[in-house]
């Protein structure tokens, strides 16, 4: 298969003109008061815009606001407070323009431009927090184990995200699916909207005899289909009712080579996420926020280094200390031994304990293995390291260029707003359920089944107790 990606043309120019022309126009974004309050609009908006998406200083389309309460059967979209918990999502399509034909620049992603819970406090009362803003996946990086080829899909290509067709939609489960409408036309029918149950939430230890109170989970799903030459990529996102973020990409469709008998076919995914995290709360300013936060790494290490004896205790570090013991910009790498999590902790928000616990949001990575192993330097870095946080980079970042944005010495992170990124792989064995044909090995008869590479962003001491709970 060979990845031929066509030049631009006058007729695609005029389109992303009117794509530019028609964000301007579109710049009202309707509050509702039932909705997470606003903070002034240059603190609401995101700062770093995709290359097709709003850039500084501009709002994000208006349309592209998905408002789901919990439990989904009852949920009010104008009024998100009746409900046990809620999420109000924007989202965008990077490099919209990019279709068939005429791709301007490089591959468009579906991105959550900002991401806002509701839950209810001890009280009773509806509380937001703005979680993250920019969350994006920002690199598909393909390495074929003898070296080559190695695509980069999303910063060396120049894909498109498809247009969504309602059959591909799941069933109606909790609430019914939808595909979503834009009013940017570039952006419109490509986001996939569902809702689902999630499981059981929580079971109460009622009695030995049973049964057991329980509460079953939902979450909302946003997910988009992301062209890939002979691949298909699912960029998807999950937001559950507790408050967790589930960031995932699924791999399907024809592989790019029939089978071998060589392991010349056999290729890892490596998906690299960024977003900023927030923390802050858009009805009060003063009280947590991008600037608030600290960054630390939470690992699981012996009580007596050296000593199997069982005894573990929880190791919190400032995140690549520097000099004088404080944050610093750079990498760090996931030690299966360690369960290592990376955590955004806000300096001035708590919960509402008595005593209170600081609010933090914690990275906790889901994954199968590790790439490692690539050239040491600036190259492949990106690939070699599993987190990354960098002060904020503002623009059009790109994943691969992490190493970059760290910066010579190492910058402290303490009271600035922070890019955090993330990596997971899939090592991609091609089986014959990949493939068709009378031998099996045929990459035009057959497609590969969907692989997942994902992490979770869960809240710490957000909540004031077990939350969706009641006795
Ligand atoms: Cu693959």
């Not at 389109?15 to 022309?21: D, E, T, Y």
């Not at 059981?200 to 997910?223: C, N, V």
Request: glycine fraction near 12%; include cysteine; charged fraction near 20%.
């Amino acid at each position: 298969m060979i990845r031929l990606i066509r030049r631009g043309n006058k007729a695609g120019i005029f389109a992303l003109l009117l794509g530019v022309a028609g964000l301007g126009l579109l710049s009202h974004r309707a509050l509702q008061a039932v909705g997470p309050p606003s903070r002034s609009s240059a603190v609401a908006l995101g700062v770093r815009g995709g290359g097709g998406g709003p850039g500084k200083g501009e709002r994000p389309d208006a349309g592209n606001i998905v408002r789901q309460g919990f439990p989904a059967r009852a949920a009010d979209p104008k009024d998100l407070t009746k409900s046990d918990s809620a999420w109000e999502i924007e989202w965008e399509i990077t490099n919209p323009a990019n279709r068939p034909g005429f791709s301007p620049a490089s591959s468009s992603v579906l991105k959550i431009t900002s991401a806002k819970f509701m839950y209810k406090d001890k009280t009773g009362k509806a509380r937001w927090i703005t979680v993250l803003r920019n969350l994006e996946l920002g690199e598909l990086f393909v390495p074929y184990d003898p070296g080559n080829p190695q695509y980069k899909d999303v910063a060396g290509q120049r894909f498109w995200i498809t247009v969504a067709d309602p059959k591909l939609l799941g069933p109606a489960c909790v609430a019914p699916g939808e595909v979503l409408r834009s009013s940017n036309k570039l952006m419109d029918k490509k986001v996939f909207k569902e809702v689902h149950d999630d499981g059981l939430r929580w079971l109460a230890d009622t009695s030995a005899k049973g049964p057991d109170k329980g509460r079953r989970g939902e979450k909302l799903i946003l997910w988009s289909i992301f062209y890939g030459a002979n691949y298909r990529y699912l960029i998807e996102y999950g937001f559950s009712d507790d408050g967790v973020i589930t960031p995932r990409v699924g791999a399907t469709a024809r592989n790019h080579l029939p089978r071998r008998a060589d392991e010349g076919d056999v290729h890892l995914h490596v998906a690299g996420w960024m977003f900023d995290p927030d923390l802050g709360d858009p009805a009060n300013p003063a009280i947590g926020g991008p600037e608030q936060n600290e960054v630390s790494l939470v690992r699981r290490v012996p009580r007596n280094p050296g000593v199997a004896n069982g005894q573990y205790r929880v190791s919190v570090t400032p995140f690549n200390p520097g000099p004088g013991g404080q944050a610093t910009s750079g990498s760090a790498q996931w030690v299966a031994e360690e369960f290592t999590t990376l955590r955004i902790q806000s300096l001035t928000r708590k919960n509402g304990t008595a005593p209170a616990y600081p609010t933090a949001y914690d990275l906790i990575p889901i994954r199968f293995g590790s790439a490692r192993g690539f050239p040491p330097g600036r190259t492949f870095d990106f690939a070699n390291k599993d987190f990354w946080v960098t002060n904020r980079v503002v623009g059009a970042p790109r994943f691969v260029n992490v190493p970059d944005y760290v910066g010579t010495p190492a910058r402290p992170l303490g009271g600035k707003p922070v890019t955090v990124w993330h990596s997971a792989a899939l090592w991609h064995v091609p089986r014959t359920e990949d493939f068709g044909g009378p031998d099996g090995r045929s990459n035009t008869q057959g497609v590969a089944l969907t692989a997942w590479a994902s992490f979770m962003l869960r809240p710490r001491n957000l909540h004031d107790g077990t939350p969706l709970y009641s006795r």
